[in-house]
Each structure stands twice: as structure tokens, then as C-alpha cells.
T-cell receptor
Framework: QVQLQESGPGLVKPSETLSLTCTVS??????????WSWIRQPPGKGLEWIGN???????NYNPSLKSRVTISVDSSKNQFSLKLSSVTAADTAVYYC???????????????WGRGTLGTVSS | QSVLTQPPSLSGAPGQNVTISCSGA?????????VHWYQQLTGSAPKLLIY???HRPSGVPDRFFGSKSGTSASLAITGLQEEDEADYFC????????????FGTGTRVTVL
């Protein structure tokens, strides 16, 4: 049974970089079937897709965050990571990692999610 | 930035039926990218409920039914149960945002 688990510092200062890691267990990030995504949810609000990465290094980002986001896959550790730079209080959210179905039919959805980790931006 | 519009809240007594709407556009739901639904219980991560408009993952009860017409989609819950009290989000892929996934605004379903 594949599981995803987010980890990383829960508190980041304004203007610094939020760095999170998602560890995949029971499956491989090097699978050709899946992309690996980050999605966030500010407290009490809706969901926002941040971006994704494929094991080949290909990435796609939400245009509204693209200038500040880097997502990468580390096949040797079976992990993928998120870096969000120049954070402000508006970036405070629960950050979820998710497995994305992007091939075959149907596609373009997230079939497996991590439990989420709260990233707080505060001085 | 939610571009799919859902009613903020709905409620129903146990056994009743509720239908959640999800209004989009020709660049997302109206395009051939499918619409998907997630259930989020309080304090938990979202869970895939419906994919490809109408398909249920293994383990999802058949009282959840998805459909689509034009640029809108719907999630029907028939025979509402207490454990269905949750937030529900629709999701699609939008070509007008340089290839970006979009979510609905979310609907809180309360079981009276």
C-alpha cells in the first residue's frame, strides 16, 4: 500500500524559503505512470495546486506561484520536494503532497494524498 | 485562485439526497479534461471520491454519483449518512491558465 508523508520545518520567517519533503513508501517515485504534486490549503479555505514534477525532471507550476516555486524528485531517496521562496503570511497553509494521474484515461486528478503538514510564516 | 464555483454549504437529514453543483467554463469542465471530486473530513486530508466525472475508486460507496453537463458538474449523495458530513471539492484541469489544475470553492455538507 503506497503512502505519502510530508516533512519539514513547520515555522518559517517572512522572506525566507519554505522547504518540504514528501517521502513515498510502498511505491516508486520513478514510476512512469505518475507525476508528483504539491497542493496547499490556507486555514479554513480551499485548495490550491502549487505544481508537480516527473522523475525525469520535467516540472509544471501554477502560474501564480511559478516565480517562487521549485519542485524536484530524488529517486535515490524515493522522495520529492518543494521549495517556496520569499514567503509571506499569505503562504501560511497546510501543504499536501499528492500522487497525480496524468496518463491514460481518465487522467488529470490526484488519487493519493499525504496527511499534510502545516507551514506557518511568522517572525 | 478557485475558478470552479460551488455552493458554500448544503444540509440534509439522514436518508435524504443532496446534490452539489460545480460550475466551470469551456476551458476546464467544458473541455475534455474531466472533473473529479474529493471528500475532506474535518481535520483530514482530501480523499479521492469520484474521478473522470463518474468513476468511483474502490471502497467508495455507490451512494456517491457524479455527472457532467456542458461546463458544469454535479455530485449527488443519495441516502445521506452521518459519516458523509464533510467538505467536498470538485477539480479539473484548465487550459486558460497555462496548464494548471483548478479546484472548486468547496461545499460543506452537514447531516442534520
Amino acid at each position: 500500500q503506497v503512502q505519502l508523508q510530508e516533512s519539514g520545518p513547520g515555522l518559517v520567517k517572512p522572506s525566507e524559503t519554505l522547504s518540504l519533503t514528501c517521502t513515498v513508501s510502498g511505491g516508486s517515485v520513478s514510476s512512469d505512470t505518475y507525476y508528483w504534486s504539491w497542493i496547499r490549503q490556507p486555514p479554513g479555505k480551499g485548495l490550491e495546486w502549487i505544481g508537480n514534477a516527473f522523475h525525469s525532471g520535467r516540472t509544471n507550476y501554477n502560474p501564480s506561484l511559478k516565480s517562487r516555486v521549485t519542485i524536484s524528485v530524488d529517486s535515490s531517496k524515493n522522495q520529492f520536494s518543494l521549495k517556496l521562496s520569499s514567503v509571506t503570511a499569505a503562504d501560511t497553509a497546510v501543504y499536501y503532497c499528492a500522487r497525480e494521474i496524468r496518463t491514460g484515461q481518465p487522467r488529470w486528478y490526484f488519487d493519493l494524498w499525504g496527511r499534510g503538514t502545516l507551514g506557518t510564516v511568522s517572525s | 485562485q478557485s475558478v470552479l464555483t460551488q455552493p458554500p454549504s448544503l444540509s440534509g437529514a439522514p436518508g435524504q439526497n443532496v446534490t452539489i453543483s460545480c460550475s466551470g467554463a469551456s476551458s476546464n469542465i467544458g473541455a475534455d479534461y474531466g472533473v473529479h471530486w474529493y471528500q475532506q473530513l474535518t481535520g483530514s486530508a482530501p480523499k479521492l471520491l469520484i474521478y473522470g466525472t463518474k468513476h468511483r475508486p474502490s471502497g467508495v460507496p455507490d451512494r456517491f454519483f457524479g455527472s457532467k453537463s456542458g461546463t458544469s458538474a454535479s455530485l449527488a449523495i443519495t441516502g445521506l449518512q452521518e459519516e458523509d458530513e464533510a467538505d467536498y471539492f470538485c477539480q479539473s484541469y484548465d487550459t486558460s491558465l497555462t496548464g494548471s489544475y483548478v479546484f472548486g470553492t468547496g461545499t460543506r455538507v452537514t447531516v442534520l
